[in-house]
């Protein structure tokens, strides 16, 4: 991996994901793909090129791949579940006929190409408790189907093709850069910011609903260290269960008032994001990961607490 195309490279995942690959990979070019109306900006623009690439415009994908000898695509052009929910067609079209195009140019120009899943590729008869790495993948949503065709066809194409496709299943992000939007976990986000900004929060998920979060830079070494592993160690590649902490929003406002005594949380359960997170898994077994490429997680919800609340406070205060 040395020339990387981000496509998504200013939403939640691509805007650090872009950062640390331009820090991390030496001799090489990361280009910041985007769509009009998100432009990147500040270090992002100043630190490498940016090229509009729409995942749904596979002419416009492969001339910036031909342009700077890409050899690695992240796909993060998504939309989230619970925007998903809202706009069915519009996720298909992203997720499912993007991702064609992406693997289409990827079998041509021979680019490996990481395209996320996510706890949302299960459903309500996976086994929620240490869901297994190879399981039963039922999802209700469209996010959910899309994800579960992302990992069917990523694979098809690296047995059919060769096309060198990897990924993982992400639990919910946590972050302190870039916020999420549409997704059934921004929760986890926003009730940090609650906090720091010293108002209550509503919360949209009842409590009892347990679900695989994760801290970002966690995350962000997941997605590079599964396009650096060895080939040969792989038995599986789309899509690895990948977990690091599991908790309810009683856990987290807990964890919170232990730095804000004060904070109040109010629930006003969505139930669109209530039904999601009730098909979702509680908890992934992530022991293929593990054995396969050394995944290992440096975030527990402590140590993720005490550094989200820092950077808000330095952001926001
Ligand atoms: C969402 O909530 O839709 C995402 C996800 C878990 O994939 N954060």
Redesign the pocket.
């Known amino acids: 991996m040395k020339n990387v195309l981000v496509i998504g490279s200013t939403g939640q995942i691509g805007s650090e994901l872009t950062m640390k690959l331009r820090r991390e990979i030496p001799g090489g070019v990361t280009v910041a793909g985007y769509i009009p109306g998100a432009e990147p900006k500040g270090a992002l623009l100043e630190s490498g090129p940016a090229e509009q690439a729409d995942v749904c415009d596979a002419k416009q994908i492969a001339a910036i791949v031909e342009k700077y000898d890409i050899d690695a695509i992240y796909n993060l052009a998504a939309l989230?579940?619970?925007t998903a929910e809202k706009k069915p067609l519009l996720a298909w079209d992203i997720q499912m006929n993007g991702l064609i195009n992406i693997l289409e140019v990827a079998r041509e120009k021979r680019c490996a190409v990481f395209t996320p899943s996510?706890?949302?590729s299960f459903g309500p008869s996976t086994p929620h408790d240490n869901t297994p790495q190879d399981t039963i993948q039922r999802p209700t949503s469209m996010?959910g189907v899309t994800k579960v065709a992302t990992e069917l066809l990523s694979d098809y194409y690296f047995h059919k093709y060769g096309v060198d496709t990897r990924s993982v299943r992400?639990?919910?992000?946590i972050s302190y850069t870039t916020l999420?939007g549409?997704?059934?976990?921004?929760y986890a986000v926003e009730i940090y910011y609650a906090a720091v900004k010293g108002e209550t929060f509503v919360c949209p998920i009842a409590p009892g609903t347990y679900m695989d979060m994760m801290y970002m830079p966690d995350a962000l070494r997941a997605a590079v260290q599964i396009m650096q592993a060895d080939p040969d160690k792989l038995v599986h590649r789309n899509s690895f269960n990948i977990a690091s902490m599991s908790f309810d929003p009683e856990t987290i406002f807990q964890a919170i008032r232990k730095e804000y005594p004060d904070f109040r949380i109010r629930y006003e359960v969505d139930p669109v994001r209530q039904g999601i997170a009730d098909s979702w898994p509680d908890k992934m077994d992530d022991s293929c990961a593990r054995a396969e490429w050394g995944w290992k997680p440096e975030f527990d919800l402590e140590s993720m607490t005490a550094d989200m609340i820092m950077h808000l406070k330095e952001k926001l205060l």
Do not use: E, N, Q, V
């Open positions: 989230l579940s619970a996510s706890i949302g996010y992400f639990p919910g992000l999420p549409g997704g059934t976990t921004d």
